[in-house]
């Protein structure tokens, strides 16, 4: 299991930009696919990006491409995702995932059932 902590959220203006981490703890953090979710009130939980073991492959919901990035620093054990222009809509809790399933293609990363799971950061867009 893979201890998670995000951290880096916060109220901003839309347009504006924030840069969320995830901090893991254990050494097989590079072994792990790590993704974020986000879940607004009232609202499901949904795929928000994820990323491969080595950062060579990455997935992006429909919402956010073109927008958020997300990256990782294996040696720092740490998976970010920056975001910018963002918009009110983009206001949710949002939660760091991790799997040691074997995911490449970014269909599949978008679409498993993650096992670990942050306790949430909040992001606020002000229009």
């Known amino acids: 299991q893979v201890q998670l902590v995000e951290s880096g959220g916060g109220l901003v203006q839309a347009g504006g930009s924030l840069r969320l981490s995830c901090a893991a703890s254990?050494?097989?953090?590079?072994?792990?696919?790590m993704a974020w979710f986000r879940q607004a009130p009232g609202k499901e939980r949904e795929f928000v990006a994820g990323?491969?073991?080595?950062?060579?492959?990455?997935s992006y919901a429909n919402s956010v491409k073109g927008r958020f990035t997300a990256s990782r620093d294996n040696a720092k054990n740490t998976v970010y995702l920056q975001m910018n222009s963002l918009k009110p809509e983009d206001t949710a809790v949002y939660y760091c995932?991790?799997?040691?399933?074997?995911?490449?293609?970014?269909?599949?990363?978008?679409?498993?059932?993650?096992?670990?799971w942050g306790q949430g950061t909040q992001v606020t867009v002000s229009s």
């Open positions: 995932a991790a799997t040691k399933t074997f995911l490449v293609t970014p269909q599949a990363i978008q679409g498993y059932q993650y096992e670990d």
């Open positions: 254990g050494r097989t953090f590079s072994t792990a696919v």
């Open positions: 990323i491969s073991r080595t950062g060579g492959s990455t």
